[in-house]
């Protein structure tokens, strides 16, 4: 069975998320989730000036340190990411790469001054975790606005989209992990 | 849908801006080159075309405006969004100023740049389309440019065009009226090394002495009454390309002196200026008059009329070439189809029979107006006989024109002249001939004048 490495990097309260998210994963993409923790200090990534953590050092960093066995590796964090020439990103991948992150940090309710939702900030994060995995498996932003790999730009554009990908997307999800 | 065929090219000096642009777009299905400078950027240009440009303003060497500038000058249909970590009101205005899609300032916001993106694309996109449209009517329409007819006739004028226009030499197109002579000037200087350089007509028979000079010359700033600014003459808008002399057998005979002169130096006088200007022009004139009975008659002279006469060409009269008329008939059918947005594709046998009969004495424009008031009346998608039996009782074939220096030929000559100077205003010509508008409107009817 194809594996997926989750790595927590600075999760703090978030921390209770990994092990459902691993599981709703292995359960949707029918792959072996394994849980490893990080061995680098993700601060490297911190930018000062913008009070936030550059997702180009940090997936650099968790390919670094990663186990060389591990065919994919999906970062999560409840830090706020930026790729430099963006305010923001919800997660950042390597397109048909190994490594993807993903943060809760604007899938939280409060943050847009709305009372807690914990499980509709999990369905994001599911989402946003599904949507980045898609990049590694080589999908590109699908126009169907249901699809996973529809482009969500702001939180309510995460919460229009399904957590599964349309057709085409999924056969090519399917001929990345051995024509299952 | 996959964006996969289109591209974007980015140009930023710094790395980690290269980089996460080119991840970014290439999620969204985009095709990405980043380069870290102008000098790099216009090497890939070279290559190939690119849909969008993402520029940072500020690189070291050419900095973003000049490469925009240049990029402009390459591919003016490129839309290139401009990037810049500083926002200044005077920078962003100088960018689009200079044809600059938008400017947006680092860090971005990821859903404006996804939009910025999409309605650049969506842009040039309407914009090839507007083109390919406009060019299709203009292939349709502009059919208006080109000569009609397979005839021997026509196939003789056409080989005559092909070998003077590569020259320079002076021609002197002469036919009747309504033969298309204008079309032959404009088919000679298309097929010219002029052709990149104006085709500038002068319609000598539509204005009097006095104006045609300056018209012709141009004049300084105060050289006559009412001559408020500088105007550069027909002659220096012509530099580089073809002079169209129409209807020269009208020029008058001091005119033609200054003229002939003006033809074998290339140097003319503004009036109301000291100093001569040179332009370099080609000449084509056409003339429906006999310039060598005019000559005989003393009305032209001789020595104009050798100078203008160095390869004369004549466009045969619509009635020695009648085996062209069904193809004229499908090209005016076509043409006013597209035009009046009416969907005739059929032409009764009987038309071509009824038209092929007649002798057409105002020639190819007569036959284009006939077609033109037939299919106002006729009903798609067949053009029928009936709609042009009414037409023709209704005066579609031109009244015969009263002998040349009649009074009545002077005065329909005049008329005709006075209308087209002013674009058939009925009321600015009624000025000018000092008469009332009643009066323009029955000199119309009487002499059969139509709108060229």
Redesign the interface.
Known sequence: MASLQLVPIFCGQQAGLVAPLGARLAALLGLEVVVHEATFDAEVAFDVD?GQY?T?VLLARLLQHADPKAPRLLGLTAVDL????????FG????GGRAAIVSTFRLENELYGLPPDPALCFERLVKESVHELG?LFGL??C?RSSCVMA?S??VEGIDLKAASYCDRCLGQVRRQLGGR | MSQSTVSILVVDDEFSVRDSLTSWFKKDGYEVLAVESAAAALRALEARKYAVGVFDIKMPGIDGIELQERVHHLDPQMPVIMLTAFASVETAVRALKQGAFDYVTKPIDPDELSHLVRRALEQQRLRDENRQLRSTIDELTGADEAIVGDSPAMQRLQQLIRSVAKTEATVLIRGESGTGKELVARAIHAQSARRYFPLIPVNCGSLPEDLLESELFGHEKGAFTGARQRRKGRLEMADGGTLFLDEVGTIPRKMQVDLLRVLETHEFTRVGASRPSRSDFRVVCATNDDLRRAVAEGRFREDFLYRIDVFPIEVPPLRDRREDIPLLVRHFVDQFAMRMQKPVTEIAPEVMVMLQALDWPGNVRELSNTIERAMVVCRPPVLRGEDLALLRHAGGVAPAEPPRDSLAAVERRHVAAMLERTGWNITRAAELLEVDRVTVYNKIKKYGLAQK
């Open positions: 913008r550059n180009r930026f790729i430099p020439v963006l305010t923001f990103v950042e991948a390597e397109l990049h590109v932003h126009q482009s730009n702001y």
